[in-house]
């Protein structure tokens, strides 16, 4: 954290290359530990990792373009020497390096809980048997890591906080549990947890009414009686009492009526219901709240412009590389947050045309690769003349 601070103040009429890249490795190489003899260093190690995210290279080809950097051979060594329980551990703190321009010990935050499927075309085997998923058909295969992730959706402070791999046989409230304990080491509280469809079930309401923790979870249309409470023509609140496998639940339900006056030739009105606890707004503030979780769309084709390729079956190597993928988009944010704002009254109000994610990915390469320095020459098999 120090050194970004450092970084941060050295940062007065302009943002360098190294700035943006250094901050990466830093955010990296103070919260990994990977043991490593001879003349390789781990900040070198970490830099090839953050070079082959900025560029969408793999470890194959990033050794093709710099010069400064391990084979091949010996880096996949050193990359299986780094543990799934100690990545776990320290994801949030890599992912959190640049927080303290955003968040504030004690103050309330909108979250979101959402996830995201990695395509995988390779073989299921005994090391990723469990964390390869079945899903619907997608960039031409079935099977994908799936990574869960915790993230803010204030618009300008979206930061990714905490992410893992989903693994099965593991439940939503463990997860659940898993970011609850992130954000208690933050100390920062929840004005509302915004959850998918995914999450709609007795253990999880029963769980985040159990921990009191304000929620927003759309229903799922099935049964007559809440087929029947989701037809009306005015927004409301209603309460349906859910059955499941346990005790039956009392659940709040809060109702927004929107006429579709011709959208996709589409007439009459619709029923949004959503299952809210902890809050007392109207039935539209509700509904347009949980709308903001949408934007985590627009948060993961950013990631996966700063995911380097890789075809491994390690459920560890992937994991780091979607570790920092979503570093990046975060650095970024946070740089947005602290520089591109305008200096006037009221709401913070960041211009993003000033600096892209496109320029700060170019940015990242380009302090990466003043330090392994870029091969500028290639033999030839054949010369004529």
Not at 2 to 8: F, G, L, N, T, W
Not at 55 to 66: D, G, Y
Not at 358 to 375: H, M, P, Y
Request: with cysteine; glycine share 6%; charged share 25%.
């Amino acid at each position: 954290m120090v050194k970004y601070r450092q970084i941060a103040r050295q940062i007065k009429n302009e943002i360098r290359a190294e700035d943006c890249s250094e901050i990466a490795v830093d955010a990296l190489n103070r919260n990994l530990t990977i043991p490593i003899n001879g003349s390789l260093t781990q900040k070198t190690l970490i830099r090839s990792l953050v070079g082959m995210s900025s560029n969408k290279l793999s470890v194959h080809s990033i050794e093709k373009v710099v010069e400064k950097i391990p084979c091949e051979t010996s880096f996949r060594y050193h990359l299986s020497k780094v543990d799934l329980d100690s990545l776990q551990k320290v994801q949030s703190k890599i992912l959190t390096y640049t927080r303290d321009q955003i968040l504030v010990p004690g103050k309330s935050y909108q979250f979101a809980i959402d996830f995201t499927n990695d395509p995988y075309y390779g073989e299921i085997v005994g090391d990723n048997d469990g964390f390869v998923i079945k899903s619907k058909m997608k960039d031409s295969t079935t099977t994908f890591y799936s990574y869960v992730s915790l993230y803010i959706i204030t618009k300008g402070q979206r930061l990714t906080l905490g992410v893992f791999p989903v693994k099965r046989g593991v439940s939503k409230v463990e997860y659940i549990q898993k970011f609850l304990s992130i954000l208690n080491d933050l100390e920062v509280n929840i004005a509302v947890l915004c959850l998918d469809r995914g999450f709609y079930s007795n253990d999880v309401f029963s769980f985040l009414q159990n921990e009191n923790i304000p929620h927003i979870v759309p229903v799922r249309k099935y049964g007559k009686d809440l087929m029947k409470i989701l037809r009306g023509n005015h927004s409301r609140y209603a309460q349906y009492t859910m059955m499941g496998t346990g005790e039956p639940l009392d659940l709040t339900l809060a109702i927004d009526v929107q006429y579709l006056q011709g959208r996709n030739k589409k007439f009459g009105n619709v029923n949004l219901g959503y299952v809210v606890y902890g809050i007392d707004w109207k039935p539209r503030k509700v509904s347009l709240t949980y709308k903001k979780r949408f934007a985590i769309e627009s948060s993961y084709r950013m990631r996966n412009i700063v995911k380097a390729k890789t075809s491994s079956r390690s459920v560890v190597t992937r994991y780091l590389l979607t570790i920092i993928s979503f570093l990046l988009k975060n650095i970024w944010i946070s740089l947005q947050w602290m520089f591109f704002s305008r200096v006037r009254q009221g709401p913070r109000n960041i211009d993003e045309d000033l600096f892209r994610f496109d320029l700060f990915r170019l940015f990242v390469w380009e302090g990466i690769r003043k330090k392994l320095k870029l091969v500028t020459f290639v033999e030839v098999l054949r010369s004529f003349g």
